[in-house]
T-cell receptor
Framework: QLQLQESGPGLVKPSETLSLTCTVSGGSISSSNYYWGWIRQPPGKGLEWIGSISYSGSTSYNPSLKSRLTMSLDTSKNQFSLKISSVTAADTAVYYCARVHRVQLWDYFFDYWGQGTLATVSS | QAVLTQPPSASGTPGQRVTISCSGSSSNIGSNYVYWYQQLPGTAPKLLIYRNNYRPSGVPDRFSGSKSGTSASLAISGLRSEDEADYYC????????????FGTGTKVTVL
């Protein structure tokens, strides 16, 4: 059974960089059948797509966040990571990592999710 | 910045049928598949419906999805107390160089 687990600092100062890692077990992130993505949810609000990265390292980012995002893979550790630079209070959210099932561009969905981790931006 | 619109709430008594709408546009629902996610209180979202109307293994057939034009719907028949959750529709959107968009979310309450 595939499992995903987010990790990272729970508190980040404004203007700094938020760094999160997702550790995958029960499957390989190098599989060509899947991509790996991030979604966030501000407290009491809805879901927002952040972006995803393919097994080969190609990325798709939310245009509204693109200038501040970096996603990467570490196949040796079976992990993928997210960095958001120049954070503000608006970046405070529960961050979820998930596996992306993407057969075609229009056939894109998250079929396995991590439990989520709360990242708070505050001085 | 959600571009898919859902009613904020829906409710029903046990055994009833509840329907949730999801309104989009030609750049998302009108040209791509629709997906539905269920988020139980305090937990991560879970895939409920994929490719408009398919259920992943383990999802009861009480849940069904449909799509027509630029709108989609999720129906829950035989409503149960454990169905009380937030429900989100989603789709790939072809605008702005492409992005995945979620609906605004609907809170389903079992009375």
């Amino acid at each position: 059974q595939l499992q995903l687990q987010e990790s990272g600092p729970g508190l980040v100062k404004p203007s700094e960089t938020l760094s999160l890692t997702c550790t995958v077990s029960g499957g390989s992130i190098s599989s060509s059948n899947y991509y790996w993505g991030w979604i966030r949810q501000p407290p009491g609000k809805g879901l927002e797509w952040i972006g995803s990265i393919s097994y080969s390292g190609s990325t798709s980012y939310n245009p509204s966040l693109k200038s501040r995002l970096t996603m990467s893979l570490d196949t040796s550790k079976n992990q993928f990571s997210l960095k958001i630079s120049s954070v503000t209070a608006a970046d405070t959210a529960v961050y979820y990592c998930a596996r992306v099932h993407r057969v075609q561009l229009w056939d894109y969905f998250f079929d396995y999710w991590g439990q989520g981790t709360l990242a708070t931006v505050s001085s | 910045q959600a571009v898919l619109t859902q009613p904020p709430s829906a409710s029903g008594t046990p055994g009833q049928r509840v329907t949730i709408s999801c309104s989009g546009s030609s750049s998302n629902i009108g040209s791509n598949y629709v997906y539905w996610y269920q988020q139980l209180p305090g937990t991560a979202p879970k895939l409920l419906i994929y490719r408009n109307n398919y259920r992943p293994s383990g999802v009861p057939d009480r849940f069904s999805g449909s799509k027509s034009g630029t709108s989609a719907s999720l129906a829950i028949s035989g409503l149960r107390s454990e169905d009380e959750a937030d429900y989100y529709c989603a789709a790939w959107d072809d605008s702005l160089s492409g992005r995945y968009v979620f609906g605004t979310g609907t809170k389903v309450t079992v009375l």
